[in-house]
T-cell receptor
């Protein structure tokens, strides 16, 4: 079957770095997405990785290892506004997104 | 990033009436659009997938006669909730996917309250 695993909740300190891991199993693979969702709002696109390696976008970076079925989202210089849920989703062979349940990130001062 | 708009952002309607929600991709052509529903503190739930010019594909358990989806053009999809009931109250979010590299963007969502 198809499955996405990511931690339910993480806590980090303002100004620090946090890494949110995601493992996936899908029928075929056409890329890995990360979204940010604040409470009561729709998800916002953060990144899309289809090749192995690290992609950096400002304070946020995303890494993919296709052979390991593994990705992570790295957030640097954490700010209070980064408190949100982070959704990992893998695109299968039919180009459908398979969603993880999301990781709730709590930032403490 | 690409922009997806959704209208209205919130709506209150009486039980038994119908509500139409519009989703537009503003700066790209969306070959596929998706409709999701999300209840408070729960994960996104995919309701249906629609490709421009063809009938929508509904997920198991979603009534296609109740949730009418029309994807008339590469930039517009509509979801009509027919004969709405209080249990249909939820946050409805559309998403649009562009052609390769298949990035998928979300609209801001529509909060529906049925009284």
């Amino acid at each position: 079957g198809q499955n996405i695993d990511q931690p339910t909740e993480m806590t980090a300190t303002e100004g620090a770095i946090v890494q949110i891991n995601c493992t996936y199993q899908t029928s075929g693979f056409n890329g890995l997405f990360w979204y940010q969702q604040h409470a009561g709002e729709a998800p916002t696109f953060l990144s899309y990785n289809v090749l192995d390696g690290l992609e950096e976008k400002g304070r946020f970076s995303s890494f993919l290892s296709r052979s390991k079925g593994y990705s992570y989202l790295l957030l640097k210089e954490l700010q209070m506004k980064d408190s949100a849920s982070y959704l990992c989703a893998a695109m299968d062979s039919n180009y459908q997104l398979i969603w993880g349940a999301g990781t709730k990130l709590i930032i403490k001062p | 990033g690409a922009v997806v708009s959704q209208h209205p952002s919130w709506v209150i309607c009486k039980s038994g009436t119908s509500v139409k929600i519009e989703c537009r991709s503003l700066d790209f052509q969306a070959t596929t659009m998706f409709w999701y529903r999300q209840f408070p503190k729960q994960s996104l739930m995919l309701m249906a997938t629609s490709n421009e010019g063809s009938k929508a594909t509904y997920e198991q358990g979603v009534e296609k006669d109740k949730f009418l989806i029309n994807h008339a053009s590469l930039t517009l999809s509509t979801l009509t909730v027919t004969s709405a009931h209080p249990e249909d109250s939820s946050f409805y979010i559309c998403s649009a996917r562009r052609r390769a590299p298949y990035e998928q963007y979300f609209g801001p969502g529509t909060r529906l309250t049925v009284t």
